[in-house]
């Protein structure tokens, strides 16, 4: 009961509220050392401390009253707010592209959480026609929600429940899927995905926001409209990621699930192809693509849901000086996986190789990426290189440590044989390492397509 | 008798018993029920702004920048589950908003790609300062708060904004100002234009430190509220940390008559123009109340009052825009309203047109201008068309097709509120006294908890602590001021340059005569600001230095008067070489005197009468310059 009574309040803030009798949502007087104080009184956030009493006054602002200075309060009425997104019926278009909007929680349409004070995942078709009326132009829209996680508790459960929604849903011939996403592990996602749901039929759009929809000026509800777009009418059917280009609210770019990083914590244009071009440029006006061969839009449902993961594979960030006992405590541990994330082109120090050969020996599945996230771990052009390949550690060419890492997951969900392992590693599925890095891969600044090209192309580099 | 707009437009002001501000009394504002509050603004004197580390109060022009951005801003829900008016009227108007970064003064905060840094406690504490000088109750812990503001002044969407004190008093020399609270806040980006359905801002001034004091609707006559608003602003300068200069104060007027609502004059930069603003706008409201009477009056069903338009397909636009036609039933006489000086109702309908339509000047004609464009025979063929009655008014309007659809919709929306009465409104703010409407008034609906900030504990000690250093009250510098025998006409200079505490200490420490030194302060410097071109190193603690100077060279402080000039036009220069440059020379008070007979002489040479008056002024003409600082003027007159 106090629970609700007293929402967040603990200690000595919820000894003061319950001997003056006065509830959450309860309007008060408050008498304090300090002058007089009248307002609602809020939920206080979980983490916050027990020596003050949230107000709302009269001006819609808040303030926190100090317990210590209360001579006496009362409540005077009560009132407590309904939250409550305005929810539409989204209508029907015929001749619109049906698409399927999965939700797994993250900030693309967000509402108030007193418990933590952050803001928490509200979703339903609704809801989101309520919030971005514009969506209803683009396709007919119908969402689930799978799961609500926040990104950073998405996992190999939330993996393989997606790609198993993803195949019933191809099954029942959407044209095209969207999920929503929270950021921090959207590329993750998009990689797990892109192993799990091979030869697909129809565009898989991973979408998040930078900014929660509870902001006028979020970028969730151009995201969506972007993502929307790419699901129901792109022709490429890969898993993407959406998310803005440049900061400002004009166009996003769609990044393929295995070449795409989160690279800044808080810019909206966060998310940047790496290693090679975005796939594409998308408006709510067009779709440019950038990159010139994609996979291609089918008629078929020949979709093939692979839904395997492995919990012992683990990634090891190397830096000057680390011990052997690091990487021995991960083999006793009994990981079968170890992705090294090394220096320059592929590089760790000397004295980790006796922990190496251990693991060697015990048969642990090894693999180098880089820490320069751009360019190919090369192991041949130092001796260095040449002595850890001997020790077992496969160069895992331009795959981003990320992505190598949800790869090698996803092997050993399948196989331990180290040669079969192998092959599937360094077989890409979809461009997780490519044969050619375009010139321009590193140069473009992805949010100044195309100016920026232009400038490479006229400037000397 | 055929319908004359100007003499309706005279005849209605007369008959809301409109007076011009210089004729208005006390009477008068009763007769209307005049009520007024304010929203003081006032910029904080720190290094950085309040949530990032940007310096503040450095400025670039419009068109010096390193990028631009766009955002285009979504209403969204307040804290209690509620859209605020304001927001989704902005959402109607479709603007494209544009921001120019520099990146000496911004950063990846100010253009909301950065979560806020921990708030700027040099700005925290002097905000607290003014709030405990304002009698407000403190709070015990400070939560930012996020204000919505959909216009693109803050790119995020919001401001973020804390309450540090409610319920305050200002005393003020002939009554008591109640205090609503105090907040400190982000300052907004300044505009560069709005044009259509893109408006342009800069982002230099964006998240300065700022605090806001908002009083209750106390005041009952235009000049008190300015009298309240100086008296804010001298508060907030005594403590010496606050920015000066243009744009660094700035205040929303908040007026209503008896029956009116409130409405919110934004941005006036100058209290002086405070008194012209709210008269007419208490007459405004009184005039629209009128309108209200004489509609519910002809009209038995406000409810389902609509207009009816039509294209005008035959006429064309150069720029191929659409014209339409508007019939407003029963509105006939009621356009060319009085509503303020050279104004009208119609001008309700065009402001609102241009502003939530974003309709392009000009766009509009009706069928009672003053100065009217089309004759009455083509309104007659208007009329016709649209089958309109002769107690119906008629608008005509030109605008691009998307903008049609809001169009139609804010004039009907606008002539419905007629019914009610006055519609809670932002105005903004002319030098000529008059105002056009520039939002909808915002209200609680707009806060939102800021999620991305912790809240900030306000200790007992702290408090404690700041209080006990404040400086004194301006109420009790102002008695004192008095008590001296100095004039109050040089008030509001000396409060709002914050001369107080240098007056003071002058005639403390030198133990000079108070009332010299503060007519010397309040009237000479004034005038010598006015009347030179000042040093940049120029500073009013320069003036106490001289006379300190004077006094340690037992030179008579009067030639201070003399030197004054110099000094505010060559700050660096010392005092001596002041005194040389004008002509000053130290001679003893003897020779001075030992002069006055051999001048007496000179004058009374060849003259077979002499005048002693004219005999004296003459000898003291001689002498003056001479005489300044070394002797006392009227010690001398004495003796000659």
Not at chain 1, 226 to 244: P, Y
């Given at each position: 009961?106090?629970?609700?009574?007293?929402?967040?309040?603990?200690?000595?803030?919820?000894?003061?509220?319950?001997?003056?009798?006065?509830?959450?949502?309860?309007?008060?007087?408050?008498?304090?050392?300090?002058?007089?104080?009248?307002?609602?009184?809020?939920?206080?956030?979980?983490?916050?401390?027990?020596?003050?009493?949230?107000?709302?006054?009269?001006?819609?602002?808040?303030?926190?009253?100090?317990?210590?200075?209360?001579?006496?309060?009362?409540?005077?009425?009560y009132?407590?707010?309904?939250?409550?997104?305005?929810?539409?019926?989204?209508?029907?278009?015929?001749?619109?592209?049906?698409v399927?909007?999965?939700?797994?929680?993250?900030t693309?349409?967000?509402?108030?959480?007193?418990?933590?004070?952050?803001?928490?995942?509200?979703?339903?078709?609704?809801?989101?026609?309520?919030?971005?009326p514009?969506?209803?132009?683009?396709?007919?829209?119908?969402?689930?929600?799978?799961?609500?996680?926040?990104?950073?508790?998405?996992?190999?459960?939330?993996?393989?429940?997606?790609?198993?929604?993803?195949?019933?849903?191809?099954?029942?011939?959407?044209?095209?899927?969207?999920?929503?996403?929270?950021?921090?592990?959207?590329?993750?996602?998009?990689?797990?995905?892109?192993?799990?749901?091979?030869?697909?039929?129809?565009?898989?759009?991973?979408?998040?926001?930078?900014?929660?929809?509870?902001?006028?000026?979020?970028?969730?509800a151009l995201?969506?409209?972007?993502?929307?777009?790419?699901?129901?009418?792109?022709?490429?059917?890969?898993?993407?990621?959406?998310?803005?280009?440049?900061?400002?609210?004009?166009?996003?770019?769609?990044?393929?699930?295995?070449?795409?990083?989160?690279?800044?914590?808080?810019?909206?244009?966060?998310?940047?192809?790496?290693?090679?071009?975005?796939?594409?440029?998308?408006?709510?006006?067009?779709?440019?693509?950038?990159?010139?061969?994609?996979?291609?839009?089918r008629?078929?449902?020949?979709?093939?849901?692979?839904?395997?993961f492995?919990?012992?594979?683990?990634?090891?960030?190397?830096?000057?000086?680390?011990?052997?006992?690091?990487?021995?405590?991960?083999?006793?541990?009994?990981?079968?996986?170890?992705?090294?994330v090394?220096?320059?082109?592929?590089?760790?120090?000397?004295?980790?190789?006796?922990?190496?050969?251990r693991?060697?020996?015990?048969?642990?599945?090894?693999?180098m990426?880089?820490?320069?996230?751009?360019?190919?771990?090369?192991?041949?052009?130092?001796?260095?290189?040449?002595?850890?390949?001997?020790?077992?550690?496969?160069?895992?060419?331009?795959?981003?440590?990320?992505v190598?890492w949800?790869?090698?997951?996803?092997?050993?969900?399948?196989?331990?044989d180290?040669?079969?392992?192998?092959?599937?590693?360094?077989?890409?599925?979809?461009?997780?390492?490519?044969?050619?890095?375009?010139?321009?891969?590193?140069?473009?600044?992805?949010?100044?397509?195309p100016?920026?090209?232009?400038?490479?192309?006229?400037?000397?580099? | 008798?055929?319908?004359?707009?100007?003499?309706?437009?005279?005849?209605?002001?007369?008959?809301?018993?409109?007076?011009?501000?210089?004729?208005?009394?006390?009477?008068?504002?009763?007769?209307?029920?005049?009520?007024?509050?304010?929203?003081?603004?006032?910029?904080?004197?720190?290094?950085?702004?309040?949530?990032c580390?940007?310096p503040?109060?450095?400025?670039?022009?419009?068109?010096?920048?390193?990028?631009?951005?766009?955002?285009?801003?979504?209403?969204?829900?307040?804290?209690?589950?509620?859209?605020?008016?304001?927001?989704?009227?902005?959402?109607?108007?479709?603007?494209?908003?544009?921001?120019?970064?520099?990146?000496?003064?911004?950063?990846?905060?100010?253009?909301?790609?950065?979560?806020?840094?921990?708030?700027?406690?040099?700005?925290?504490?002097?905000?607290?300062e003014?709030?405990?000088?304002?009698?407000?109750?403190?709070?015990?812990?400070?939560?930012?708060?996020?204000?919505?503001?959909?216009?693109?002044s803050?790119p995020?969407?919001?401001?973020?904004?804390?309450?540090?004190?409610?319920?305050?008093?200002?005393?003020?020399?002939?009554?008591?100002?109640?205090?609503?609270?105090?907040?400190?806040?982000?300052?907004?980006?300044?505009?560069?234009?709005?044009?259509?359905?893109?408006?342009?801002?800069?982002?230099?001034?964006?998240?300065?430190?700022?605090?806001?004091?908002?009083?209750?609707p106390?005041?009952?006559?235009?000049?008190?509220?300015?009298?309240?608003?100086?008296?804010?602003?001298?508060?907030?300068?005594?403590?010496?940390?606050?920015?000066?200069?243009?744009?660094?104060?700035?205040?929303?007027?908040?007026?209503?008559?008896r029956?009116?609502?409130?409405?919110?004059?934004?941005?006036?930069?100058?209290?002086?123009?405070?008194?012209?603003?709210?008269?007419?706008?208490?007459?405004?409201?009184?005039?629209?109340?009128?309108?209200?009477?004489?509609?519910?009056?002809?009209?038995?069903?406000?409810?389902?009052?609509?207009?009816?338009?039509?294209?005008?397909?035959?006429?064309?636009?150069?720029?191929?825009?659409?014209?339409?036609?508007?019939?407003?039933?029963?509105?006939?006489?009621?356009?060319?309203h009085?509503?303020?000086?050279?104004k009208?109702?119609?001008?309700?309908?065009?402001?609102?047109?241009?502003?939530?339509?974003?309709?392009?000047?000009?766009?509009?004609?009706?069928s009672?201008?003053?100065?009217?464009?089309?004759?009455?025979?083509?309104?007659?063929?208007?009329?016709?068309?649209?089958?309109?009655?002769?107690?119906?008014?008629?608008?005509?309007?030109?605008?691009?097709?998307?903008?049609?659809?809001?169009?139609?919709?804010?004039?009907?929306?606008?002539?419905?509120m007629?019914?009610?009465?006055?519609?809670?409104?932002t105005?903004?703010?002319?030098?000529?006294?008059?105002?056009?409407?520039?939002?909808?008034?915002?209200?609680a609906?707009?806060?939102?908890?800021?999620?991305?900030?912790?809240?900030?504990?306000?200790?007992?000690?702290?408090?404690?602590?700041?209080?006990?250093?404040?400086?004194?009250?301006?109420?009790?510098?102002?008695?004192?001021?008095?008590?001296?025998?100095?004039?109050?006409?040089?008030?509001?200079?000396?409060?709002?340059?914050?001369?107080?505490p240098?007056?003071?200490?002058?005639?403390?420490?030198?133990?000079?005569?108070?009332?010299?030194?503060?007519?010397?302060?309040?009237?000479?410097?004034?005038?010598?600001?006015?009347?030179?071109?000042k040093?940049?190193?120029?500073?009013?603690?320069?003036?106490?230095?001289?006379?300190?100077?004077?006094?340690?060279?037992?030179?008579?402080i009067?030639?201070?008067e003399?030197?004054?000039?110099?000094?505010?036009?060559?700050?660096?220069?010392?005092?001596?070489?002041?005194?040389?440059?004008?002509?000053?020379?130290?001679?003893?008070?003897?020779?001075?005197?030992?002069?006055?007979?051999?001048?007496?002489?000179?004058?009374?040479?060849?003259k077979?009468?002499?005048?002693?008056?004219?005999?004296?002024?003459?000898?003291?003409?001689?002498?003056?310059?001479?005489?300044?600082?070394?002797?006392?003027?009227?010690?001398?007159?004495?003796?000659?």
């Amino acid at each position: 009961m106090d629970s609700d009574i007293f929402q967040g309040y603990k200690g000595d803030a919820l000894e003061v509220l319950k001997k003056y009798q006065v509830r959450v949502w309860g309007t008060t007087k408050v008498e304090t050392t300090r002058g007089t104080f009248e307002g609602t009184v809020l939920p206080r956030a979980e983490n916050d401390d027990d020596k003050h009493i949230v107000v709302k006054i009269i001006t819609g602002y808040n303030i926190g009253i100090d317990i210590r200075t209360i001579t006496t309060m009362e409540e005077t009425g009560y009132k407590k707010a309904n939250y409550k997104i305005p929810e539409k019926q989204f209508p029907f278009t015929p001749g619109l592209p049906s698409v399927k909007l999965f939700g797994t929680g993250g900030t693309i349409a967000s509402r108030l959480d007193y418990r933590t004070g952050a803001v928490i995942p509200a979703f339903s078709p609704g809801e989101l026609y309520g919030a971005v009326p514009e969506l209803a132009d683009i396709c007919n829209l119908d969402t689930e929600k799978v799961f609500a996680v926040f990104s950073e508790n998405m996992g190999p459960k939330q993996y393989m429940a997606l790609a198993k929604a993803i195949g019933k849903e191809i099954e029942n011939g959407i044209d095209g899927i969207v999920i929503g996403h929270g950021t921090d592990t959207l590329h993750h996602t998009g990689a797990a995905l892109t192993f799990m749901c091979q030869n697909l039929p129809v565009p898989v759009v991973l979408v998040g926001s930078q900014r929660s929809s509870d902001r006028p000026s979020s970028d969730a509800a151009l995201n969506l409209m972007h993502a929307m777009k790419a699901a129901g009418t792109s022709d490429i059917a890969e898993v993407m990621v959406c998310m803005f280009g440049p900061t400002s609210d004009e166009y996003g770019l769609l990044h393929k699930g295995t070449r795409v990083r989160k690279m800044h914590s808080s810019y909206r244009s966060t998310f940047r192809t790496i290693g090679d071009t975005p796939l594409a440029r998308i408006s709510r006006k067009e779709i440019n693509p950038i990159k010139q061969h994609y996979n291609k839009r089918r008629n078929d449902k020949e979709v093939k849901i692979l839904p395997y993961f492995s919990d012992k594979v683990t990634m090891l960030y190397y830096y000057p000086g680390m011990a052997a006992d690091t990487l021995d405590a991960l083999v006793e541990k009994g990981y079968k996986g170890i992705i090294f994330v090394g220096t320059g082109l592929g590089h760790v120090n000397k004295e980790l190789y006796p922990a190496i050969e251990r693991a060697q020996a015990k048969g642990v599945h090894m693999y180098m990426t880089l820490q320069t996230l751009w360019g190919y771990v090369h192991m041949f052009v130092y001796d260095t290189g040449r002595d850890m390949m001997a020790k077992g550690i496969i160069p895992a060419g331009n795959m981003l440590p990320e992505v190598a890492w949800v790869k090698l997951s996803w092997i050993l969900g399948q196989t331990e044989d180290p040669e079969k392992v192998k092959e599937m590693m360094l077989t890409p599925v979809n461009d997780e390492i490519t044969l050619r890095e375009p010139y321009n891969g590193y140069l473009v600044y992805q949010g100044g397509v195309p100016e920026v090209e232009d400038f490479i192309k006229d400037v000397h580099k | 008798m055929q319908f004359n707009p100007k003499q309706n437009y005279i005849q209605t002001r007369k008959n809301i018993g409109y007076v011009p501000r210089l004729e208005a009394s006390q009477k008068d504002y009763d007769r209307i029920g005049f009520m007024s509050g304010l929203e003081v603004h006032q910029q904080l004197l720190t290094k950085e702004k309040l949530f990032c580390h940007c310096p503040a109060g450095i400025y670039h022009k419009s068109d010096d920048y390193d990028a631009e951005l766009i955002r285009h801003m979504r209403p969204t829900l307040s804290e209690l589950g509620e859209y605020d008016g304001t927001a989704l009227m902005e959402f109607r108007t479709r603007k494209e908003i544009i921001y120019r970064i520099k990146n000496e003064n911004a950063c990846t905060y100010e253009v909301d790609d950065t979560p806020p840094f921990p708030i700027n406690r040099e700005a925290l504490e002097i905000a607290l300062e003014i709030s405990l000088l304002s009698k407000l109750n403190v709070v015990g812990e400070v939560h930012i708060t996020r204000k919505q503001y959909l216009d693109g002044s803050i790119p995020t969407g919001f401001q973020r904004t804390a309450i540090l004190g409610v319920e305050g008093e200002l005393e003020l020399p002939k009554k008591k100002v109640r205090l609503i609270q105090l907040s400190i806040e982000e300052d907004s980006c300044r505009e560069i234009s709005d044009i259509g359905h893109t408006r342009t801002y800069k982002t230099d001034r964006l998240g300065m430190p700022l605090i806001e004091t908002v009083t209750y609707p106390d005041f009952v006559n235009p000049e008190e509220v300015m009298e309240g608003c100086d008296y804010i602003r001298f508060l907030n300068r005594s403590t010496g940390k606050v920015r000066t200069g243009m744009g660094a104060g700035r205040q929303d007027v908040n007026v209503s008559c008896r029956g009116g609502s409130r409405v919110e004059i934004k941005g006036v930069a100058h209290s002086k123009w405070i008194p012209e603003l709210t008269h007419n706008e208490a007459f405004r409201q009184w005039a629209l109340l009128h309108i209200k009477d004489q509609l519910l009056k002809s009209i038995s069903e406000p409810k389902n009052w609509k207009i009816h338009s039509m294209e005008l397909s035959e006429l064309k636009d150069v720029n191929a825009e659409k014209i339409y036609a508007v019939n407003l039933p029963g509105f006939h006489g009621l356009l060319s309203h009085f509503t303020q000086p050279g104004k009208s109702f119609a001008d309700e309908i065009g402001d609102r047109l241009s502003v939530i339509a974003c309709l392009e000047q000009p766009f509009m004609m009706h069928s009672e201008m003053l100065e009217p464009v089309l004759g009455e025979e083509e309104w007659e063929s208007i009329r016709i068309s649209l089958d309109a009655a002769k107690e119906d008014a008629q608008i005509i309007f030109w605008a691009n097709e998307e903008d049609v659809k809001t169009a139609l919709e804010t004039i009907e929306e606008r002539c419905q509120m007629a019914f009610e009465g006055v519609p809670n409104e932002t105005r903004k703010s002319f030098v000529d006294g008059t105002t056009i409407f520039e939002r909808v008034l915002p209200g609680a609906d707009r806060m939102y908890p800021d999620t991305d900030s912790a809240p900030i504990p306000l200790e007992d000690e702290y408090i404690t602590r700041l209080a006990e250093n404040l400086p004194v009250d301006v109420i009790e510098n102002h008695k004192q001021l008095l008590d001296w025998g100095v004039s109050s006409e040089t008030f509001t200079y000396i409060f709002s340059k914050n001369l107080f505490p240098i007056i003071e200490k002058t005639i403390n420490t030198l133990k000079l005569d108070p009332k010299y030194i503060g007519m010397f302060f309040g009237l000479r410097l004034k005038f010598a600001e006015g009347q030179y071109k000042k040093g940049l190193e120029f500073n009013y603690n320069m003036v106490y230095a001289l006379f300190a100077w004077l006094v340690k060279s037992d030179i008579d402080i009067k030639l201070a008067e003399k030197m004054l000039p110099e000094l505010i036009q060559h700050p660096k220069m010392d005092f001596a070489s002041i005194l040389e440059t004008i002509g000053f020379k130290k001679i003893d008070r003897e020779s001075i005197l030992s002069k006055i007979p051999i001048l007496m002489n000179k004058f009374a040479e060849g003259k077979t009468e002499v005048n002693p008056i004219h005999q004296k002024n003459w000898v003291m003409g001689q002498l003056r310059n001479t005489a300044l600082g070394n002797i006392n003027l009227t010690e001398l007159s004495k003796t000659i």
